[in-house]
């Protein structure tokens, strides 16, 4: 993205512009969704957000780059509607490391101490409103006597929301044990707003665990790996519907482990983005 802008035209002999998302598409939406309060912000760091990295930054990045490469077709249509750029952008979705994939899951479980046959919600993210934690807040208080939750935080934060005590809560992990973290799971818990094309979905699908995700988070490329567990409208209830769809289910949970884990991997492996990467760019 905009981190590019320290490679000026001119001092490259081809400049490539990968977006993962745009600010103005993020700030958009947040405002219409009424997901952010503005007010709370910062004046520099709204200002700075997005018309500094949105309508200047980004901007400027579209129009000088000689190549645009967008990770998903929601981020192609971004790009075409906040900036409009005369120059094709070619979509090349993100990719899923060969290291997630299923694993025997009682032992993984005790490994951290996790009960073999609790029913185990996972949580991703930061905790802040974009992300979805509010939600989560919510659904882990309907659900804490059905569900195992668990949750994982990663750095950097728009709008800290407070911290649920009493999960077991991992901070920090190394990408190394995140294959460990997501097979801890029956599923995974994507409440998120806004997504260029998520990691955490793909890395979940690819290690069999199936996705319980918000339709703002859900990019058109993988709809079909999720099919029933796609909420319409960022509720409590109807994550809450999901949530025990996929307990009540476990045939469901057994086709993700056995069928989709396998799809997901080929159709985004490392070496399937490699080769469209390296015919993108002319290497």
């Known amino acids: 993205n905009i981190a590019g802008l320290g490679l000026f035209p001119g001092r490259a002999k081809r400049l490539v512009a990968m977006f993962h998302g745009l600010y103005l598409g993020f700030f958009g939406l947040m405002h219409e969704t009424k997901a952010m309060d503005f007010k709370t ?6 200002l700075h957000n997005k018309y500094i990295n949105g309508y200047i930054a980004e901007v400027f990045l579209a129009n000088a780059a ?12 971004e790009i075409e509607q906040h900036i409009g750029v005369d120059k094709d952008i070619t979509v090349i979705n993100n990719p899923v490391d060969d290291a997630f994939k299923p694993m025997d899951k009682a032992k993984v479980r005790s490994m951290f101490n996790i009960p073999k046959d ?3 919600g996972l949580f991703i ?13 919510e659904v882990v208080n309907y659900t804490y006597r059905d569900v195992f939750w668990v949750q994982v935080f990663s750095y950097g934060s728009l709008d800290n929301l407070p911290i649920l005590k009493d999960i077991t809560t991992f901070r ?3 990408f190394g ?5 997501y097979n801890l799971a029956d599923f995974v818990f994507f409440p998120s707003r806004y997504e260029g094309f998520p990691l955490t979905i793909l890395e979940a699908l690819a290690c069999g665990v199936p996705v319980i995700a918000s339709k703002l988070a859900v990019p058109i490329e993988v709809e079909d790996y999720l099919k029933d567990l796609v909420v319409e409208q960022i509720k409590a209830d109807e994550f809450i519907e999901k949530i025990t769809l996929i307990k009540n289910h476990r045939w469901l949970r057994e086709c993700y482990r056995e069928v989709v884990s396998e799809k997901v991997s080929r159709r985004f492996s490392l070496e399937s983005w490699k080769e469209k990467m390296k015919k993108a760019i002319l290497l």
């Not at 000689?66 to 249509?77: L, P």
């Open 177 to 181: 044990d995140m294959p460990l973290i």
């Open 125 to 137: 993210g930061r905790n802040e409103t974009p992300k979805g934690y509010d939600i989560f807040r």
């Open 41 to 46: 912000m910062t004046f520099l760091g709204y």
């Open 66 to 77: 000689d190549k645009i490469i967008a990770v998903s077709e929601h981020v192609k249509k």
């Open 118 to 120: 609790a029913f185990v």
């Open 172 to 174: 920090g992990v190394p």
